[in-house]
């Protein structure tokens, strides 16, 4: 007869032994593309009189990452599946860390473009791994706990990475200049990788999953149509075969949903689709994530072209939206979420749109010249609305699926966040490059605030169909 203690060891996960070293490298992992994601659109200025470019190359430089991190989660989660979860991790992990220092050296705008979609595929390697590596060493009833330090550290980490590049790029090391905010991750990523290849158990692989090559060209071959053709159309003056390319990425869209249907291991589950909350949400996430990522560039854009703030001076008098967003999130978790259910997502909304409008106010009147303290409170008031959306609103979108579609639900959620984020940059950038040789920055931000503003009441009209409550899944961990 077995043991006590033996029973209760066989019924530990397989990776339970190593489990706060998975907790470590993920964190690194997250914080690595948090701050990454964060500071590059701080640096867009400094990288551009340095190493020249045109407007564009401002929106690639974040839409290039974002992209292809969108589209690789799709493809990368099944293939950790195939594969093997440490092997994917460290993979992701190590590529990441030797892309940004090709994006620190990169010698030309259209060298550190290229560095950037490769570290995006990178980054899309590595992060969807690590949520499933600690859900594979944690018990269950250890799984929650574990993630209690996880909000704070990245909150944190989304505070500090800002102003942390900003202080980099104008202390200038060794003459680095923006550079610095991309070989920063080069020794983080070495130790970071050094833990995961001694440390990380090699998990088992599931069973029967398949990769459909098919599915994972199409969408990437139609999410990288439509982004050209909006990033380049302004700078190419709109030609009529640009229009075409947007035409033949909605196409080859049409395409890809026909072929998942028929596919016998879809990159996507169909029945996701059958849930109208489901569909709510991503057109909920879509909207609200291109309105947020997509302003973030403009409003530092606006700071140091426009007002003429350093790099460090434009991140600091971002720090009310990140507090903003932080106690936001906090207060969300823990009391408003729970209680209000898909309401907290329509007060949210509402005071994000508040503190936009009240930013456009008086954005003209700001163009020669203001303090940040001029800035700080609509900063505060529209991360503050942010923050109540962030943490109810995967459990929200998740609730109306069933067990066996929750981790699909969950993959194709990051990958419309990230696509959406991408989406923003394009979109925005153009309307903002559009008005700015007529009407100055202070006309342009406040064209490219109203176009946010319309993308936050339509995600505000999308959330009457979510699902009521949240749900709380193991699966809706892993955004």
């Not at 060493?137 to 209690?148: G, M």
């Not at 790099?311 to 008098?317: E, N, R, T, V, W």
Request: with cysteine.
């Amino acid at each position: 007869m077995s043991s006590p203690s033996a029973l209760s060891e066989t019924a530990l996960p397989p990776g339970y032994a190593a489990r706060w070293f998975v907790m470590a490298v993920v964190i690194i992992a997250d914080v690595m593309d948090l701050v990454d994601s964060t500071v590059a659109q701080l640096a867009g200025p400094s990288i551009r009189e340095d190493i020249g470019g045109s407007e564009t190359t401002l929106q690639w430089i974040l839409a290039a990452y974002t992209l292809t991190f969108a589209v690789g989660l799709i493809t990368s989660a099944r293939l950790g599946d195939i594969v093997g979860r440490r092997q994917m991790f460290i993979l992701g992990m190590g590529g990441f860390t030797v892309a940004s220092l090709a994006c620190g050296l990169a010698p030309t705008a259209t060298t550190l473009i290229v560095a950037r979609v490769i570290q995006g595929l990178f980054g899309a390697t590595m992060i969807p791994q690590g949520f499933a590596l600690v859900k594979q060493s944690f018990p269950e009833d250890e799984l929650q706990k574990a993630f209690i330090p996880f909000g704070p550290i990245m909150g944190l980490s989304a505070v500090l990475g800002p102003i942390l590049g900003g202080f980099l790029i104008d202390a200038d090391i060794a003459g680095s200049g923006w550079r610095a905010i991309f070989l920063i991750n080069v020794p983080i990523g070495l130790v970071g990788t050094s833990i995961a290849w001694r440390r990380l158990p090699d998990m088992p692989r599931t069973p029967g999953v398949r990769l459909d090559p098919a599915g994972s060209i199409l969408i990437t071959i139609a999410a990288g149509g439509l982004i050209y053709a909006l990033v380049e159309g302004r700078d190419l003056g709109w030609p009529t075969w640009l229009y075409g390319v947007m035409a033949g990425a909605a196409v080859v869209f049409a395409v890809f949903v026909w072929s998942e249907r028929r596919s016998d291991h879809p990159i996507i589950e169909p029945s996701l689709f059958t849930h109208r909350g489901f569909v709510a949400g991503l057109v909920f996430l879509g909207t609200f994530f291109l309105s947020m990522v997509g302003v973030g560039l403009i409003l530092s854009l606006f700071m140091q072209l426009g007002l003429g703030y350093s790099a460090q001076h434009a991140a600091i008098a971002q720090t009310p939206y990140a507090l903003g967003m932080a106690v936001g999130a906090a207060l969300s978790g823990a009391l408003l979420g729970p209680k209000l259910g898909r309401h907290v997502l329509h007060i949210g909304l509402s005071i994000t749109m508040a503190g936009m409008l009240w930013f456009s106010a008086i954005a003209g009147g700001l163009e020669h010249g203001a303090s940040a303290w001029h800035l700080s409170l609509p900063f505060l008031i529209t991360g503050f609305g942010s923050g109540l959306i962030f943490a109810p609103l995967f459990d929200i979108v998740l609730s109306d699926l069933g067990d066996h579609e929750v981790g699909s639900g969950s993959g194709l959620l990051n990958a419309v966040q990230q696509f959406a984020g991408a989406l923003g940059v394009a979109v925005l950038g153009t309307v903002f490059f559009h008005w700015l040789p007529e009407q100055g920055f202070g006309v342009s931000t406040r064209w490219v605030v109203w176009v946010t503003v319309g993308c936050y009441a339509a995600a505000f009209c999308s959330a009457f169909l979510l699902p009521m409550r949240a749900k709380i899944r193991e699966a809706a961990l892993a955004h």
